[in-house]
């Protein structure tokens, strides 16, 4: 295995060639925040919250999708970077509805927990407060609340890439991106949905619920996600 | 000359409350209002939310009775879901309520009430609150904050947060009882105990002291609140009884879903706060208090025939000798019905804790849509709440009709003050001491839908005599 | 001999829940009374909101026109602001009625029953006037703590106040800063 080293807030370090910035990051003991990744899935850089600045670069670089390089200089936690994560937060909270308050979501919410983590205690920016379309209960498992949506696409990847089912994607673009299910159909009537919960597991926020959970209720479990992967990858389990 | 009078801002109810006193050509009071000026449409913007979700919203009417909120709510999300509520989560969602009469009334009559009550409603408006009473009475003030405390406690105990709990949810509740919280509640009771006894002997020794407001407050109208269905005093769950001026029963029982047909809601330009009336005894006529009726402590006491726990009855039938063969009319007493709904309250506690099944696990019944309607009605300390939700087939609410308790008092309220004014203001002679019984008289009925204590002590009111022209003639303020 | 602080609280557009877990400190307030001369709050009987106020909590969103002109004259008046708990910091679910039309929601609210509907030249007189949308206090002033929370529990509470009256600025650790 070919490893490179590279160097991260003054420190040089190394890691397995072929890793991505974010892995070698959090390999080195240095954590970078994120909302749109989860390990097993494949990385999109859509929350932009693990950028960092890459010395000759001309931009700041998402560290999930960006390979590391040998003789890379890499800088995290800048005073600009720390304030563009807090600009991050500040710019979701705004975009869409979230009532922590009374959400399914409130105490297992990845978003609340990442402005908590960060030091986000309010918003700069001017509410938008959407109309949204409605909430969609036509399921027999799953809610779904544009509300609460961050567009991180966890949903959309994990029903794709883990159960192989494809039914959630996106229309739309920019704040006026969506989540739809099949060709822009109600929930109840997909006829590729298999029922599984995956998108409701990896959901990072209350978007996506069970059905029937009231206040602070939901609970996610990622855990299955890397848990098939390996054992697809290292072909775990037998089969014919 | 006709001149209005504007007392701004008063007691708030949801916000902040004025009062506007018209006085007619000879200077005499011809009628005040109580303008309600707070509004955050909470019927309308829960239009499209699931119903499950619809009690942790409505707790957030409200900071001091969120937990009345959110049992209505799920009372109403039992009905929609048609499911039988385990019992254990039944006597469970019952303790949190008493835990809620406890700091509620408490909060009422000690932070509220007693600094008029002890320190007089013309002392120094400066020492005329709860840090006033902690001054002068320390002992009891003291008292009174534990007892409060206390409530809260035994709210927190059982649904891990005093204020805006997510623990009482369509179907039951979400966690059981253990030993260790039954033990927890029980240990805090003998206290509760000795405080409630102290406030009732304290009241009870002084009431002759009060003796021209009893009289200033007391006028007839109906009365209402839960029963259970053999008739006694009821704060959870029970049939809703209508009695008149005379305790004579106008109607036994209502099926909370039936509300409906016997109250009517109408409303005023002057005002946010609707006004319900009974239906009955319509059509609706503001100036004439058409249908009017008193909930609440004085409400729920007079309605019922008895209380069911040994320390309260006794303390019941002492009250009841106030009303001479009839109902107990005069708003004075809701201070006093409140204390003995104290008393009660922890005599429940104390009983259902007892119960052999109390620490049973299953505690949630499980369902989806099976009704497109559900009423949720239930006593906060303020009086009869209704939660009536209309849901499609997936749970999505598409109306909602909220009668909240200080609503059904809304006509009384307004007379309470037209009365007292009439009583005190004639012609040019307003004092700063009027104002303040004004204020109390809003103030006894325990206004709700949010923070009371806006009113400890003394409201900050501006009286202003306007000349017919709108010239101001004379300026009193206070605060 | 150290001056007291004078310290308010105000409530705006909310439902009185961050007063509440104020008073929820319990016998802590009674220990607090030494260091703190409360001027103005739901508590005490003053008219009009004092001027020179060291500290002020103020609970609740911008909902009508009266709240606005309040918190105009707190922030004139006052040294440090604190945004006290959700409503005041994010608007929370009274701006849940932001995506509705005012006059509709008037209209839909009050109009199923007799009598009439809070509108018009008389309703203007005397009701405040709602404002269009609902917002958060420093949508209107510039705010120097932020205390969010629904309500703020009592712990945090304490730790704000306890570290202002020694004079400190509130350091508060992330599970203390947390929404809802």
């Keep these: 295995m070919l490893v490179i080293t590279l160097n991260i807030n003054g420190q040089d370090v190394s890691a397995p060639a072929g890793v991505t910035l974010l892995e070698a990051c959090r390999q080195n003991g240095v954590d970078l925040p994120t909302l749109c990744h989860l390990e097993g899935l494949t990385p999109v850089g859509a929350c932009r919250l693990c950028l960092v600045q890459v010395e000759g670069a001309r931009r700041l670089m998402p560290a999930c999708t960006t390979e590391a390089q040998d003789g890379m200089v890499v800088q995290t936690h800048t005073e600009q970077l720390k304030e563009y994560r807090k600009m991050l937060l500040e710019l979701l909270l705004s975009e869409r509805n979230h009532i922590c308050s009374v959400c399914v979501a409130n105490g297992s919410c990845e978003l609340r927990a990442r402005c908590a983590e960060l030091g986000v205690d309010h918003t700069r920016f001017e509410y938008r407060c959407p109309d949204l379309p409605a909430i969609d209960l036509t399921h027999e498992r799953n809610g779904l609340d544009h509300n609460r949506c961050i567009s991180c696409t966890r949903c959309i990847r994990a029903c794709d890439q883990i159960e192989g089912a494809h039914t959630l994607d996106m229309q739309g673009r920019g704040v006026d991106n969506r989540i739809i299910i099949d060709m822009h159909q109600k929930w109840g009537e997909s006829i590729t949905c298999t029922k599984c919960g995956k998108c409701v597991n990896v959901c990072p926020t209350g978007t996506l619920f069970w059905k029937g959970s009231t206040v602070a209720e939901m609970q996610k479990d990622v855990g299955f996600v890397r848990w098939i992967k390996e054992g697809r990858e290292k072909k775990q389990w037998s089969y014919i | 000359m006709a001149k209005k009078i504007h007392i701004e801002p008063v007691t708030r109810i949801e916000g902040h409350a004025k009062i506007t006193i018209q006085l007619d050509d000879t200077g005499a009071v011809d009628e005040a209002r109580l303008h309600v000026v707070e509004f955050r449409a909470f019927e309308k913007f829960c239009i499209g939310r699931p119903f499950y979700e619809m009690p942790g919203i409505t707790n957030r009417i409200c900071g001091i009775c969120p937990t009345s909120h959110a049992l209505a709510s799920v009372k109403a999300g039992d009905s929609i879901m048609g499911v039988a509520v385990p019992p254990t989560a039944v006597k469970l969602r019952e303790i949190m309520n008493w835990g809620q009469f406890v700091q509620s009334h408490a909060l009422s009559f000690f932070h509220l009430s007693a600094p008029d009550l002890l320190l007089g409603f013309d002392s120094d408006p400066a020492t005329r609150n709860v840090m006033g009473l902690i001054q002068k009475y320390p002992d009891l003030a003291r008292k009174g904050v534990r007892l409060r405390g206390i409530g809260q406690e035994i709210i927190r105990i059982v649904a891990d947060k005093s204020i805006h709990q997510a623990w009482a949810v369509p179907g039951g509740v979400r966690e059981p009882l253990t030993a260790e919280k039954r033990e927890a509640i029980r240990a805090m009771l003998p206290e509760a105990f000795e405080t409630i006894e102290t406030a009732l002997n304290l009241l009870k020794s002084n009431l002759d002291k009060f003796a021209e407001e009893v009289k200033i407050y007391d006028f007839p109208s109906m009365f209402a609140g839960l029963v259970t269905p053999a008739g006694g005093l009821e704060h959870y769950d029970g049939l809703m009884r209508f009695v008149d001026t005379h305790r004579k029963i106008i109607e036994p029982g209502i099926q909370n879903d039936k509300y409906r047909d016997y109250i009517e809601e109408a409303s005023e330009s002057w005002s946010y706060l609707k006004f319900p009336y009974f239906k009955s005894q319509g059509p609706y006529n503001f100036k004439e208090s058409a249908g009017m009726y008193r909930v609440g402590p004085l409400g729920r006491l007079n309605v019922c025939d008895y209380a069911g726990t040994p320390r309260a009855d006794r303390e019941l039938e002492q009250f009841r000798r106030l009303g001479k063969g009839g109902a107990v009319t005069s708003g004075f007493h809701f201070h006093y019905a409140r204390l003995i709904e104290i008393l009660f309250a922890l005599e429940k506690i104390e009983e259902t804790l007892k119960d052999k099944d109390i620490l049973d696990d299953w505690v949630r019944a499980e369902g989806g849509v099976n009704r497109l309607k559900g009423v949720g009605m239930t006593e906060a300390p303020r009086g009869t709440l209704i939660h009536d939700y209309t849901v499609d087939r997936n749970g999505l609410i598409t109306d909602v009709n909220l009668v909240v308790s200080t609503g059904h008092n809304n006509m009384a309220m307004n007379r309470t003050i037209t009365n007292i004014a009439k009583q005190y203001i004639k012609g040019d002679n307003i004092s700063e001491g009027i104002l303040n019984r004004v204020e109390h008289g809003i103030r006894a009925f325990d206004p709700c839908l949010s923070c009371s204590t806006h009113a400890v002590g003394k409201m900050p009111l501006t009286i202003e005599l306007l000349a017919p022209d709108g010239s101001m003639l004379k300026e009193i303020s206070r605060g | ?180």
Excluded at chain 3, 41 to 56: G, M, Q
Excluded at chain 3, 94 to 99: D, E, F, G
Excluded at chain 3, 103 to 125: M, R
Excluded at chain 3, 158 to 165: E, K
Aim: glycine residues 6%; contains cysteine.
């Design chain 3, 1 to 180: 001999m150290a001056n007291k602080v004078r310290l308010a609280t105000v409530w705006l557009g909310g439902c009185s829940g961050c007063h509440m877990s104020f008073l929820d400190l319990d016998e802590k307030l009674i220990d607090l009374a030494d260091q703190i001369d409360l001027v103005y709050s739901p508590i005490v009987d003053i008219k009009e909101y004092p001027h020179d106020v060291d500290v002020v909590l103020v609970e609740g969103a911008l909902c009508n026109t009266e709240n606005l002109e309040l918190l105009l004259q707190i922030r004139e008046r006052s040294k440090i602001v604190i945004s006290f708990g959700d409503c005041a910091v994010t608007g929370n679910t009274p701006q849940l009625r932001n995506k509705l039309d005012i006059d509709d929601i008037l209209t839909k609210v009050y109009q199923a029953g007799p009598g009439s509907i809070p509108k018009g030249p008389e309703a203007v007189d005397i009701l405040p006037v709602l404002l269009p949308k609902v917002h958060p206090l420093h949508a209107a002033v510039p705010i120097d703590i932020y205390l969010p929370g629904c309500p703020p529990d009592p712990d945090r509470i304490f730790l704000t106040i306890a570290a202002l009256l020694a004079g400190e600025k509130p350091q508060l650790p992330a599970e203390a800063i947390t929404f809802g």
